[in-house]
């Protein structure tokens, strides 16, 4: 028989909402989830907190009374874009807050901590060969380095203490439950469009890897049944797009769509090499979503939460 596995899920934000929204569609079977956030409730979740991540110790009470096992941590520091003006506070709101979580979750005998990072910006634009998750990357900006340090503090305490992890470094997540207004292009664009606002694309024509909010969901719970412990996986998507490129592809759902080029110095962003997914296909067999098809879900999630 089975032990029950109280899982707690801090951070209940767009991915959140992508991956713990369809856990009852994988059977797995004797899970409970418990949700902490800033958010009144997430009706995803058997049980929520309304609490801060750097409320330590509402943080250290709930995973000793809802006798925790696991934690899935789904939030990070500000966007790239003002990660280099926000150095202390994302520092104090996320990396002081992460250690102490590794420090409570000893303390109570967490079996398994799942940290999302980010493959864009912890690779910056330095070259790889074979895995790239088997490298040691140099970040460009504090948003990488911060994330970078926290995958280093949890790979110590697995090392020092036995605690297990499982560190999923995404590429740009798109899809449905998106309401930032600041960050993620194709969203943003499409959401614009609808409401007749021209689409502004930068004069950068570099390539980056976008993934599909549904196929990362399937993949988090492919990866938590299938992988090994104490891995770093890309979770990334087979194609590569450009900002033309995806505009081109969004023109074919949204004829209508206008853009404004402009340039622009972005003295935060990395131009990283083409982030793979070779280690991740070598563990699981998963089929992504056609970008054509993942943009047509997208728009139909847009219209239906149009503001």
């Known amino acids: 028989m089975n032990k029950l596995q109280n899982i707690l899920v801090i951070g209940t934000g767009f991915i959140s909402k992508n991956i713990i929204g369809i856990q009852s569609r994988y059977n797995i079977k004797n899970l409970n989830i418990i949700s902490l956030s800033r958010a009144k409730d997430f009706q995803f979740s058997d049980k929520h907190i309304t609490a801060d991540f750097t409320d330590h110790s509402c943080l250290r009470k709930t995973l000793k009374e809802e006798r925790i096992t696991k934690i899935f941590l789904f939030i990070g520091p500000s ?84 605690i297990n992890y499982k560190i999923l470094r995404l590429s740009n997540v798109f899809g449905l439950h998106h309401e930032s207004e600041t960050n993620g292009f194709i969203n943003i664009a499409t959401r614009n469009t609808l409401k007749n606002i021209p689409t502004k694309v930068f004069s950068n024509n570099s390539k980056k890897n976008y993934i599909f909010s549904k196929d990362l969901a399937e993949i988090f719970w492919e990866v938590f049944e299938k992988v090994n412990t104490n891995c770093i996986l ?3 998507s087979d194609s590569n797009f450009s900002l033309l490129d995806l505009c081109l592809k969004i023109k074919e759902q949204l004829p209508n769509m206008v853009t404004v080029t402009e340039s622009q110095n972005i003295t935060y962003d990395t131009t990283p090499p083409d982030i793979n997914n070779l280690k991740l296909k070598s563990l699981i067999d998963f089929k992504f979503t056609p970008i054509k098809d993942a943009i047509k879900e997208t728009l139909e999630w847009e219209k239906a939460n149009l503001k």
């Open 234 to 236: 890309n979770i990334a």
């Open 79 to 162: 966007f790239p874009s003002i990660s280099n003006e926000n150095i202390i506070s994302d520092i104090n709101t996320y990396l002081i807050s992460f250690i102490k979580l590794i420090e409570n979750s000893l303390e109570n005998n967490i079996k398994e901590i799942i940290m999302l990072s980010s493959a864009g910006t912890v690779y910056g634009s330095s070259n790889v060969s074979s895995y790239q998750e088997d490298t040691l990357p140099y970040q460009e900006n504090s948003y990488g380095v911060l994330l970078k340090t926290m995958e280093n503090y949890l790979i110590l305490a697995s090392k020092i203490n036995l």
